[in-house]
T-cell receptor
Framework: GESVGLHLPTLSVQEGDNSIINCAYS??????FIWYKQESGKGPQFIID?????DKRQGQRVTVLLNKTVKHLSLQIAATQPGDSAVYFC????????????FGTGTLLAVQP | DAGVIQSPRHEVTEMGQEVTLRCKPI?????LFWYRQTMMRGLELLIY????????DSGMPEDRFSAKMPNASFSTLKIQPSEPRDSAVYFC???????????FGPGTRLTVT
């Protein structure tokens, strides 16, 4: 019979548009958050991080927003390019307790040329 | 700088055989993590080490799995005996600080027939 895999949310955007990928995290005590990008056949790659004492952080073409009130994290990618096509994971950590990162299930970003 | 190095990149073996996966973390990093990624379960943390000492192995599936870190520059993940359900991509990651960003290797794709 068929095996049932994870159903990844998919975001499809046109090249040049802005992308917003969302993540709901689980632990209200988490104080450190990371976004990773995973291209097909590769390991997850660090994109940007943010600590809980901030609500916004910007990198090159990427911005992470943190809303602790509703335990929500988002990644904004400006002027999305075909090379941005990948699965994006958010990860959280409670640094006071553990070295572990807890990863979300991921979102597939598909950039249409 | 060399990133996390994993070997082999691909491994195909028969059920019942012993499999050993290898990892060299980034020089100077003192935390090392082993993950497994499948379509069914996503990215799962198996075990992690701080300063070569296993800290949390609660993600190790069963006694068939074991991991060692004999020194700061080398770790192994062993499966004995292997089973078809162990087929997955196994990632090693390293980190330089408590709860900080983790840098992933390219992964080992294991197929057990």
């Amino acid at each position: 019979g068929e095996s049932v895999g994870l159903h990844l949310p998919t975001l499809s955007v046109q090249e040049g548009d802005n992308s917003i990928i969302n993540c709901a995290y689980s632990n209200s005590a988490s104080d450190y958050f990371i976004w990773y990008k995973q291209e097909s056949g590769k390991g997850p790659q660090f994109i940007i991080d943010i600590r809980s004492n901030m609500d916004k952080r910007q990198g090159q073409r990427v911005t992470v927003l943190l809303n602790k009130t509703v335990k929500h994290l988002s990644l904004q990618i400006a002027a999305t390019q075909p090379g941005d096509s990948a699965v994006y994971f958010c990860a959280e950590n409670y640094s006071g307790a553990t070295n572990k990162l807890i990863f979300g299930t991921g979102t597939l970003l598909a950039v249409q040329p | 700088d060399a990133g996390v190095i994993q070997s082999p990149r691909h491994e195909v073996t028969e059920m019942g055989q012993e499999v050993t996966l290898r990892c060299k973390p980034i020089s100077g990093h003192n935390s090392l993590f082993w993950y497994r990624q499948t379509m069914m379960r996503g990215l799962e943390l198996l075990i992690y080490f701080n300063n070569n000492v296993p800290i949390d192995d609660s993600g190790m599936p069963e006694d068939r799995f074991s991991a060692k870190m004999p020194n700061a520059s080398f770790s192994t993940l062993k499966i004995q005996p292997s089973e078809p359900r162990d087929s997955a991509v196994y990632f090693c990651a390293s980190s330089s600080r408590q709860g900080g960003e983790q840098y992933f290797g390219p992964g080992t794709r294991l197929t057990v027939t």
